[in-house]
């Protein structure tokens, strides 16, 4: 029978196998279930296990995610229109329990997708359809890769599990920072691709949707701007979180919406040794540990705002990720061994600009008016790809000084962000700051960078649907679903949602 042993801590110079040979002497294996770093005390910095033992004459076994075929199909073809991780776990979902539908992708592939995407770094040229918010694998293409959620659904294993089954490494399931790597993702996509394809999955790539047909607030179909029309009762809509202009289009024909508070603040860039140093001390440069990463937080004294950080990519690279020609928004990133000179992070604040307005777009508008807006620092420097920037120093100082390219490819054009940012804003970044540097000292240095502005850490407007049937209150066979849709807030709780909606049609046919 096998054993569960449980918050067992090792030095790095210890041997795992020969601690878990003192707790179950002659085992025959053992599965790693959780892996984490305690690095709390100076000069003791342990390695944390959980894992499943197995004696003599047993054997670890797959866990096994087989699915049940649906006993009955829908009239029509779902349909799934993009393809981030909401949308492609959704046909993931429906393909393997045996009911075909079809993904409307706006985007190219992912291969022709990178191309683009290249050209808008290296010269500014932005092709509305393929960034790194558009194209096969959304956002999340472009997003560290990183499996990190708050959620708890049982359908994470699943997602993990097929996550593996097209390329992610092993070490997902058990890591508690897990991540795939944006150059490993942009493998595993392809790969999930032609699955579904084989699988029953039509694929239509450079189709974007401009309108969704309804009668009597019941869903028919939809339109591509090239003219063609798909019919369906049922349409899972999964266009992310910046698809401004289909949530205009929504508003014209009266499906349901609301705004919602989101954040907005900059991309802190640090040296990641200087990262390594802060968080591993005495043991900064040990083979065994990776880049370091951290997570912090900070609450005004009324606990009215709120600072944290957001997305923190180790060994990863500023990206500039805007959608717009006329505005600029900065992400982040990190390849799988997250190998870089540099770590950085979003730090953000917590906005509700719509709190005082009837306007549900008014965050949106709000939102579109600041990337705006750091654009025109940029072009009266004279640039055109480059992202706004400065050091934290000069910004605590509220002045404008030199600054360096940092990791980012299209580089930096210096700027003060207090004559960027709203006020408040800057306050409540400064006081946080300052907080993070007590919790961490060297946070704030003289070799540490911001960047602008970071404003598509969510949507700020929820398409809101029916808690029992996920579909919209107010269009009857409309699935709003991920990100975009406001229910979702990163891959893993994108690919969730994706399934769960996927779940619900299958379930109103039973």
């Known amino acids: 029978m096998s054993q569960k042993l449980t918050n067992i801590k090792i030095r790095l110079d210890e041997n795992l196998d020969e601690i878990v040979e003192r707790h179950v002497p002659n085992y025959s294996s053992y599965r790693i279930l959780r892996k984490s770093i305690d690095a709390r005390k100076r000069h003791e910095l342990r390695e944390v296990y959980s894992l ?241 990463n951290y997570k912090l937080t900070w609450n005004s004294p009324d606990k009215s705002t709120g600072v944290y950080s957001f997305c923190m990519c180790p060994g990863g690279l500023i990206l500039s990720s805007g959608t717009e020609t006329n505005g600029v928004v900065s992400n982040g990133m990190s390849n799988y061994r997250r190998n870089s000179p540099f770590a950085n992070a979003a730090i953000v604040v917590s906005v509700d600009p719509g709190k005082n307005s009837s306007d549900k777009f008014s965050g949106l508008k709000w939102r579109e008016n600041l990337e705006q807006k750091a654009f025109q620092k940029v072009q009266k420097n004279s640039g055109s790809k480059e992202l706004p920037a400065q050091r934290v120093t000069d910004f605590l100082r509220q002045k404008v000084g030199q600054v360096d390219k940092g990791s980012c490819p299209s580089g930096a054009s210096a700027v003060d962000f207090n004559q960027l940012l709203p006020k408040e804003i800057c306050e409540n970044l400064k006081e946080a700051l300052s907080s993070f540097d007590k919790k961490m000292p060297g946070f704030v240095d003289n070799d540490v960078q911001l960047f602008g502005v970071e404003s598509r850490t969510s949507c700020p407007v929820r398409i809101t649907r029916d808690k029992e049937s996920l579909e919209s209150l107010s269009h009857s066979g409309l699935y709003p679903t991920g990100e975009g849709a406001g229910y979702a807030g990163g891959i893993t709780s994108a690919a969730v949602d994706g399934i769960k909606v996927a779940e619900k049609i299958i379930e109103k046919y039973l």
């Not at 866990?63 to 959704?90: H, M, N, R, V, W």
């Not at 029309?229 to 401004?244: K, P, R």
């Open 52 to 292: 499943e033992v197995f004696e003599q004459n047993e054997q670890a076994s797959n866990p096994d995610f087989s699915l049940e075929k649906a006993k009955t199909q829908p009239p029509q073809k779902p349909i799934i229109i993009g393809s981030g991780p909401a949308g492609l776990f959704a046909a993931l979902r429906f393909v393997e329990r045996g009911v075909p539908c079809v993904l409307l992708e706006r985007g190219k592939e992912c291969a022709q997708r990178m191309l683009k995407i290249n050209r808008y770094w290296r010269y500014g040229e932005l092709d509305p359809d393929n960034n790194v918010c558009y194209g096969e694998g959304g956002a999340g293409l472009y997003s560290d890769g990183k499996l990190i959620t708050r959620i708890k659904s049982e359908f994470i294993p699943y997602v993990l599990d097929r996550l593996i089954q097209f390329g992610a490494p092993e070490e997902i399931r058990y890591l508690s920072n897990p991540h795939v790597g944006s150059d490993r993702i942009r493998r595993v996509i392809p790969k999930l691709r032609e699955f579904l394809k084989e699988k029953g999955c039509e694929i239509h790539f450079e189709t974007k949707v401009e309108k969704i047909l309804a009668k009597n607030n019941k869903i028919i179909g939809c339109e591509s701007k090239d003219g063609r029309s798909f019919h369906s009762e049922d349409i899972i809509l999964a266009t992310g979180h910046s698809a401004n202009d289909m949530f205009y289009h929504l508003e014209d024909i009266g499906v349901f919406m609301e705004q919602k508070p989101f954040a907005v603040g900059l991309r802190i860039e640090h040296p990641q040794t200087k990262i390594n140093k802060i968080q591993y001390r005495d043991f900064h440069d040990h083979p065994k540990l990776g880049s370091a």
